[in-house]
Nanobody
Framework: QVQLIESGGGLVQAGGSLRVSCAAS????????MGWFRQTPGREREFVAR????????FYADSVKGRFTISRDNAKNTVYLQMNSLKPEDTAVYYC????????????????WGQGTQVTVSS
């Protein structure tokens, strides 16, 4: 498995930007598809973005497409989520997740999760 730790969350005003990071341990980072998910109380864990292990292709939830950008730096074992034009409805705990040799946008399929980082967007 791989150990994940998120950072970079915080409080930002609507319309602002924030970048969250996820650092992964281990030596096989490039073999993992990396995903970002978010969760609020009373809501299921929601897919946000994905970057694939094999091709580097990215995929986004419709709710964030055009505003968020996922990227990865394999040399640093780190995946990023750049969040622009933030809205109050983006407020959530953001989690990164990893799955090896697989492409998935389903939270249930990911075996590796970070602890989450809180992102709060104020009006």
């Amino acid at each position: 498995q791989v150990q994940l730790i998120e950072s970079g969350g915080g409080l930002v005003q609507a319309g602002g930007s924030l970048r969250v990071s996820c650092a992964a341990s281990g030596r096989a980072f490039s073999t993992y598809t990396m995903g970002w998910f978010r969760q609020t109380p009373g809501r299921e864990r929601e897919f946000v973005a994905r970057i694939d292990w094999n091709t580097g292709s990215t995929f986004y939830a419709d709710s964030v497409k055009g505003r968020f950008t996922i990227s990865r730096d394999n040399a640093k074992n780190t995946v990023y989520l750049q969040m622009n034009s933030l809205k109050p409805e983006d407020t959530a705990v953001y989690y990164c997740a990893a799955i090896r040799y697989t492409i998935s946008a389903s939270a249930a399929s990911y075996p590796n999760w970070g602890q989450g980082t809180q992102v709060t967007v104020s009006s």
